[in-house]
């Protein structure tokens, strides 16, 4: 019989409790959904009325992976959906993360959630700036924190204030708070940005997709600011070997970052790190953080 709980009155079930998702370090579906009401505030905090995307990978990150936007089939009533009008779709909605409730449910369908720039009711008026920062082998996200130390300087200079966070795979975003700004002009200042960090770090940074580039350099990608793109929220698990996280970090952490391993962070290390440090990421959340585009 697949358990029932209840989570602020709305009845939740739960399935395969035990089913190991993550096989390198054992980390089962249970332990997902105890991670994810562990981390339920800061993560509830930073999808607050974003419409979200699903990854999901049910059957763990080595079984079938497969993005949603759709609020997937036998979603509850209760669920919030918000208008998200697609071109092939004019119909179309994304579930809201309203609630606890609703986190526990979706976080029941395994699955790591990708949010837009902007809010629910506000379409393509981004009110956040996202730089993703991804590595060519044979560089790591070490070269990532160079370019990151470098952009987050050269955002300062525009007045803009940048956090990191690990992507959970192999780089770092960067987000800036934003007064609220259409996501078009946002999109063509991430890649004025992306193109000025290739022309002064040359040996580092490219700022085009080509893989044929990107041998050894940082990928600087500016394209996750369109209005129909979406990014990995701060907190979720990734579907990798083990159940890395994207995971908010100081600057301080950047800057000393001399070998991969110092950033990579699992499902276990983020409750210490809440309560040592508070959710890195909370100034994103503060309207008077947020700058002008010059």
Sequence with gaps: ???????????????????????????????????????????????????????????????????????????????????????????????????LPTLMWAANLVVEFHVHQWTAGSPAVADRLIL????????????????????????????????????????????????????????????KLAQEAERELPELVVHRMTKALRPGKVFVDHSQNAAAKTTAAPYTLRARARPTVS?????????????PSQLVFLADDIAPRLARDGDLFAPLTDPARAGALP
């Design 1 to 99: 019989m697949t358990p029932i709980t209840v989570v602020e009155g709305r009845r939740i079930a739960l399935s395969n409790l035990h089913k190991v998702l993550y096989p390198e370090t054992g980390f089962t579906k249970g332990e997902v959904l105890h991670y994810y009401a562990t981390v339920a505030e800061p993560l509830l905090a930073h999808v607050h009325n974003r419409p979200v995307s699903f990854l999901r990978y049910p059957d763990g990150p080595d079984g079938q992976l497969f993005f949603t936007k759709n609020p997937p089939p036998g979603t509850p009533d209760w669920v919030r959906t918000s208008p998200v009008p697609r071109s092939e779709d004019p119909s179309a909605e994304q579930v809201l993360i309203a609630d």
């Design 132 to 191: 993703d920062l991804d590595p060519g082998a044979p560089a790591t996200v070490v070269e990532c924190c160079a370019v990151a130390l470098w952009l987050r300087d050269r955002l300062a200079a525009d007045g803009l204030h940048a956090y990191p966070k690990t992507s959970g795979a192999k780089g770092l975003h960067l987000s800036a708070p934003l007064e609220p700004t259409p996501s078009a002009k946002v999109s063509a200042y991430a890649k």
């Design 247 to 259: 995971a908010p970090l100081s600057w301080a952490e950047v800057e000393a970052c001399s070998r």
